[in-house]
């Protein structure tokens, strides 16, 4: 559906923040973006509305490239954000939501997309008898510490220490979803 746009995307925007940990492979990542239980939201913009190039503005990290380049596509789409997630059993076996990426274009920063994609992926995590949304965050990640704990995500209790990443999660508000009743 996305395919190589949306490797693009999470490339331009997270490569600089994976090298120091886990390093980073473009064929790794597009298996696991295009794996059978990959989800996607993505929100696209019509090529016309973006310059080619873009000042990298989304991230407090030094590191950071910048300009991302985009490709000209023929069919005039680009996907300007996207949430990955997967339904999947959390180390407790309880169902859960892993949001895998949460990326958003530099020119399309700070307004309001990661949030409103966060919401959604929670309204369908709830939906559908999900227990917690658990996702990995770089500790290096500013901007993202801050989008996460403002929509109440707080530290996992299996988040490890000194790895340069940790593990938020936010459980199922009771009297949302499928909660059984007593
Ligand atoms: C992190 C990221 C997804 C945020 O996307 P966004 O659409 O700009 O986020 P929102 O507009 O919904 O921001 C909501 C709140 O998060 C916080 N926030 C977002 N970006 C921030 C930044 N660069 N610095 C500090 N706080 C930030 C703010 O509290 C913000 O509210 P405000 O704009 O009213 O101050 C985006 O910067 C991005 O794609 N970064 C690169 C990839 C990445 O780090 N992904 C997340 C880890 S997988």
Redesign the pocket.
């Known amino acids: 559906m996305c395919g190589d746009r949306c490797l693009h995307l999470v490339k331009s925007?997270?490569h600089h923040?994976y090298l120091p940990v886990w390093g980073w492979s473009d064929s790794d990542k597009k298996k696991q973006l295009e794996a059978a239980t990959s989800r996607f939201v993505i929100a696209f913009a019509p090529n016309s509305s973006l310059p080619e190039k873009q000042p990298h503005?989304?991230?407090?990290c030094s590191e950071a490239p910048p300009f991302i380049a985009r490709p000209l596509l023929e069919d005039g789409q680009v996907p300007v954000?996207m949430v990955n997630y997967r339904f999947e059993a959390g180390y407790t076996g309880e169902p859960a939501l892993y949001?895998y990426?949460?990326?958003?274009?530099?020119a399309?920063?700070?307004?309001?997309?990661?949030?409103?994609?966060?919401r959604l992926t929670e309204a369908m995590a709830w939906s559908s008898a999900m227990d917690a949304i658990i996702?990995?965050?770089?500790v290096d990640?500013?901007?993202?510490a801050?989008?996460y704990r403002?929509l109440g995500f707080t530290l996992d209790k299996a988040s490890p220490r000194g790895k340069g990443y940790e593990i938020l999660s936010k459980h199922r508000p009771k009297g949302k979803g499928s909660d059984k009743k007593s």
């Open positions: 925007t997270l923040l503005a989304g991230s407090d954000a949001l990426e949460l990326v958003v274009d530099p399309y920063q700070r307004l309001g997309l990661a949030s409103h994609l966060v996702l990995t965050e770089f990640n500013k901007a993202a801050a989008l403002r």
